[in-house]
C-alpha cells in the first residue's frame, strides 16, 4: 500500500476523504462483500403435489344423535314401596332379570282373597250344578206322572181333583227346573268373575317384580330404596344392546335438492366426532312421510354396523350420495388445523412454502374439497405432518418435476 504524505491542513482533509470512500467502497486488507442469508431447507421426504380440479362424490349433509335401536322406559304398574333397587347405570341385563322389588305383602294379600273367592265360585257351581240334576230328575218324574193322568183321565179312570193335583205337580217341577238352570248359570258367572279377579290379582301381585323387557344395559335409574312410588312412574331407562341407529334432521331444502335420492334402504355415508377417522357405511331403515310444519325438517333413522365405541348420545353426519361434481379435492394430509383455522403450505414459484388460511369443505375419503384459498395448478405439501415449514425451501419431487 502507497501512503500518500500530505502536509497541512488540507492534506489531513484529503486523506480522511480517502479513508472515506475506501470504507464505503469495502476496500481493506483482504475484505470482501457480506454474503446474503440462505432459507432453511424442508427435511427430507416433503412431498409436493399440483392442485387440479377433479371429479368428487356430490353428497348432502345431515347432522344427527347416535340412538339405541330400541329403548325402553321403565315405569311401575301398581302402588307400593320399593324395597330394593338390584342395578345400576351402565349395567348389562337380561330379558326378564329383576330391576327393582315392590314390598308385595299387600298385593300379595289381596291376591290370597281373589283366589279364596275364585275357589269359592267354582263351589258355589258345583253344587248349582247338582241341583240342576235334581231339578231335572224331579221333573222328568212329573212330567211321566202327568202324562199317566192325561191317559187315565181319557179313560175316565181318575177324578178332576186328582187330575189337577197331578198337572200341579208337573208345572212346579218345571219352575223348580228353570229356577235351578239360572242359578247354574249365575253361579257359573261367579265364578268366572272370581278367576277373572284371580287372575288380575295374581298379574298385579306379579307387579312388584319390576324386570327388564329385553337384553341390554340400563341407561338411567330414577329410584332409590324406601320410594314411595305409583302407577306410571318412570323407575328406568333400558337400551337394547342390538345396532345403534343415527337419528339425522333432513332439511326439506335438501330433500328437494335430492330429488327422490333419499328414501328407505339409500345408503349413507356415517362419521362421529367421538370416532375421527371412521367411517361407517349405513342404510336409510325409516324415513318421516312428510316435513315437521314447525322446524321443516324430516327425520330419518340410520342403521349403523356394530362398531366398538358407538354408544347412544354421539353426535355425528351423514351424508348421501346425489351424484358427482367437479372440485379442487386435495389429500387430508395436506391441511392442518391452528385454532379454528385450517390452511396448507402452498409452495411459490421460488420453492419456498408459505402458509396459507383455506375453507375446506367436508371429508370424502382421503380427500377434501378446497371450497376457498386455492386455485388450480398451486403447488402443495400433501405430508407436513407436525412440522413449521412456513418460510423454508421445499425440493419438488420427480413426480412434480416431470410436470
Known amino acids: 500500500m502507497r501512503v500518500l504524505r500530505m502536509g497541512g491542513k488540507n492534506g489531513s482533509a484529503a486523506l480522511l476523504l480517502a479513508l472515506a470512500g475506501m470504507a464505503a467502497a469495502g476496500v481493506g486488507c483482504g475484505g470482501s462483500r457480506e454474503a446474503q442469508p440462505q432459507a432453511e431447507q424442508a427435511p427430507a421426504g416433503t412431498r409436493v403435489e399440483t392442485v387440479r380440479m377433479q371429479t368428487v362424490v356430490d353428497e348432502i349433509q345431515a347432522p344427527g344423535t347416535v340412538i339405541a335401536g330400541a329403548t325402553a322406559q321403565v315405569a311401575a304398574r301398581a302402588m307400593g314401596t320399593v324395597v330394593r333397587v338390584a342395578v345400576r347405570e351402565g349395567d348389562m341385563v337380561k ?5 327393582a322389588q315392590l314390598d308385595e305383602r299387600e298385593l300379595a294379600a289381596r291376591r290370597s282373597a281373589a283366589h279364596a273367592g275364585s275357589v269359592g265360585g267354582a263351589a258355589g257351581a258345583e253344587e248349582a250344578a247338582r241341583a240342576l240334576d235334581a ?10 206322572t202327568y202324562d199317566r ?6 179313560q175316565k179312570s181318575v177324578s178332576q181333583q186328582e187330575f189337577d193335583e197331578a ?8 219352575a223348580n227346573l228353570a229356577a235351578a238352570r239360572a242359578r247354574l248359570e249365575q253361579a257359573k258367572a261367579g265364578q268366572a ?8 290379582a295374581a298379574s298385579v301381585a306379579s307387579y312388584a317384580r319390576i324386570t327388564a323387557p329385553f337384553d341390554g344395559r340400563v341407561t338411567r335409574r330414577s329410584v332409590e330404596p324406601g320410594t314411595m312410588i305409583t302407577p306410571g312412574t318412570p323407575l328406568f331407562t333400558v337400551e337394547g344392546s342390538g345396532a345403534f341407529q343415527l337419528e339425522a334432521t333432513i332439511s326439506s331444502e335438501a330433500m328437494g335438492a335430492a330429488a327422490g335420492a333419499i328414501r328407505r334402504g339409500t345408503a ?8 375421527p377417522g ?9 324415513l318421516e312421510a312428510g316435513a315437521d310444519p314447525g322446524s321443516h325438517t324430516i327425520q330419518a333413522r340410520i342403521d349403523l354396523p356394530k362398531t366398538e365405541g358407538i354408544q347412544s348420545g354421539l353426535f355425528g353426519r351423514a351424508w348421501f350420495r346425489r351424484g358427482e361434481r367437479r372440485a379442487l379435492a386435495i389429500p387430508a394430509t395436506a391441511v392442518l388445523e391452528r385454532g379454528q383455522l385450517r390452511g396448507v403450505f402452498v409452495v411459490d414459484a421460488g420453492g419456498l412454502a408459505q ?5 375446506a369443505g367436508p371429508r370424502a375419503g382421503d380427500a377434501l374439497e378446497a371450497l376457498s384459498g386455492l386455485n388450480e395448478g398451486e403447488q402443495i405439501v400433501v405430508n407436513p405432518g407436525a412440522q413449521d415449514l412456513d418460510g423454508k425451501r421445499v425440493a419438488a419431487s420427480a413426480g412434480e418435476r416431470k410436470k
Open 278 to 286: 371412521k367411517s361407517l357405511a349405513g342404510k336409510v331403515a325409516e
Open 193 to 200: 268373575q272370581a278367576s277373572s279377579e284371580a287372575q288380575a
Open 95 to 99: 330379558r326378564g332379570q329383576l330391576l
Open 268 to 275: 349413507a355415508r356415517v362419521e362421529l366426532d367421538a370416532l
Open 135 to 144: 231339578a231335572q230328575s224331579q221333573a222328568e218324574m212329573a212330567k211321566k
Open 149 to 154: 193322568y192325561v191317559f187315565l183321565r181319557s
Open 355 to 359: 402458509w396459507r388460511v383455506i375453507t
Open 167 to 174: 198337572e200341579t205337580r208337573q208345572r212346579a217341577a218345571q
